[in-house]
């Protein structure tokens, strides 16, 4: 295999997808060498099915607003691989979203999945629906609107939608509620991220920051480190910067830095836990506003317009808003202004330049693959329990939490791990991902 080739191929096939060619680029680079040692993978032409998804369903969603007005939005499912078990992944509600973008979510899910060891396979959907400014009625009536359309592909066994960008706890419930009316029956494993009252799991609004936080406090520890007095910035303030501060909190690191579309607040003294409550109604105003965090704080919270989390100095920094939001340009301020490692929580977050600069410029860098992994791993737990009818303590969730974030880094330390003794997370975590689809494939035929 040459990952020039593949390329080629892929860009002449899919023109203009950047995002999901990104992603797949990244993943090829990582796994050439390993691939190229398994003859089998390459006269099955693993790859090359490996890369395209399964299915895509595309639908529009037309619902009625406020105002009585008929909208229209385009909506999308993409089921990418199933090999390793039913498709998992979330349901993203943004205005930049796309074909592309699912598939590359869709694909870095496929491996994200398999990571965790549990048996789920990988997919992703959503819609352009911009919920922003939106009121509840008019979400509850889109997110009934697009369960309409999407039900007849989703089930416990097949596809196991949850949220992601857009979609919290209310827009779940909204989906769910419709899904049941619509299938007649109750069902509490067909989307996951679901309230106490109704199936859902204990800590999983927390899963995806708490779990970065144990991935990066392992890797951490592997060089003689540890999180306790780190100064560290989160950018976005929604569900997974909210874990990810309140786990930061209690593990004694400093959260100096939250950010937003609108810019970035300082907090110099570190986030309190009143500051980290209050980010929840911040994500559910629907405002997207950072700057609502420097009004409820004066003082002690500092809004600068237009700029963003990777301004401040610190020694940590936690992406974890949206793909490519952070520059080659911003991996050099974060250097020059004391950071020394960066952990990706969301989705491919940092621009395929900024990761190869920090790689070759002593800043420790970890894939969201891996960092972020422990979101959907608490999905799969909250399957567990619906499929079995139970609800586990906080103890026994966090437990199997801490437990799969440590097979986690033990594969990428397996797989990533260079001849000077040094762990590429990147490397570690697209090879110990890939092998595990790849065999799966292999052993399943041609199909």
Wanted: proline fraction near 4%; charged fraction near 25%.
């Amino acid at each position: 295999m040459k990952t020039s080739e593949i390329m080629a191929k892929l860009q002449a096939k899919h023109p203009g997808e950047s995002e999901y060619l990104q992603a797949v680029q990244e993943v090829l680079e990582s796994i050439e060498e390993v691939y190229n040692q398994h003859p089998e993978f390459e006269k099955a032409r693993i790859i090359e099915r490996m890369v395209e998804p399964e299915r895509i369903y595309t639908f529009r969603v037309t619902w009625v607003d406020d105002k009585g007005e008929i909208q229209t939005n385009l909506a999308y499912r993409v089921q990418f691989n199933s090999a390793i078990g039913p498709y998992k992944g979330g349901l993203r509600f943004h205005k930049a979203v796309t074909p592309s973008m699912l598939k590359f979510l869709g694909f870095e899910q496929t491996f994200k999945n398999a990571l965790t060891t549990l048996p789920m396979g990988g997919g992703k959907g959503g819609s352009d629906f911009d919920p922003v400014g939106k009121s509840d009625d008019e979400i509850m009536r889109f997110c009934q609107a697009f369960m309409l359309e999407l039900w007849r592909c989703i089930g416990p066994d097949e596809d196991v939608p949850a949220g992601d960008v857009g979609v919290g706890g209310r827009e779940i419930g909204f989906l769910d509620g419709m899904y049941r009316k619509l299938a007649r029956q109750y069902n509490t494993g067909v989307l996951t991220g679901k309230g106490m009252t109704w199936g859902g799991s204990i800590l999983r609004p927390e899963a995806t920051g708490y779990g970065a936080l144990y991935f990066a406090n392992l890797a951490l520890k592997k060089i003689g480190k540890s999180l306790e007095g780190q100064k560290v910035s989160l950018s976005g303030f929604g569900n997974v910067a909210w874990g990810a501060a309140k786990k930061a909190k209690q593990l004694g690191a400093k959260v100096v830095a939250i950010s937003g579309p609108d810019g970035v607040c300082e907090i110099k003294d570190g986030i309190t836990d009143e500051m980290i409550d209050y980010m929840l109604v911040m994500r559910s105003s629907n405002r997207n506003k950072v700057e609502d965090m420097a009004t409820k704080f004066p003082g002690k919270a500092v809004f600068t317009p237009g700029k963003k989390s990777w301004c401040v100095p610190v020694d940590i920094a936690f992406p974890s808003a949206f793909q490519n939001e952070l520059s080659k340009a911003d991996a050099e301020e974060l250097k020059k202004n004391g950071c020394w490692a960066v952990f990706e929580i969301s989705n491919m977050g940092c621009q395929a330049d900024a990761i190869h600069w920090m790689q070759h410029n002593g800043i420790l860098f970890a894939p969201g693959k891996a960092v972020n992994a422990g979101g959907v791993a608490t999905s799969g737990l909250e399957m567990t329990q619906n499929a079995e009818h139970i609800s586990w303590t906080a103890d026994e969730v966090d437990r199997n939490l801490h437990n799969i974030m440590a097979a986690i880094h033990e594969q990428c330390v397996k797989f990533g791990t260079q001849p000077d003794g040094h762990v590429d997370y990147v490397k570690g975590a697209n090879i110990a991902g890939f092998m595990k689809v790849a065999q799966a494939m292999l052993e399943q035929g041609i199909i």
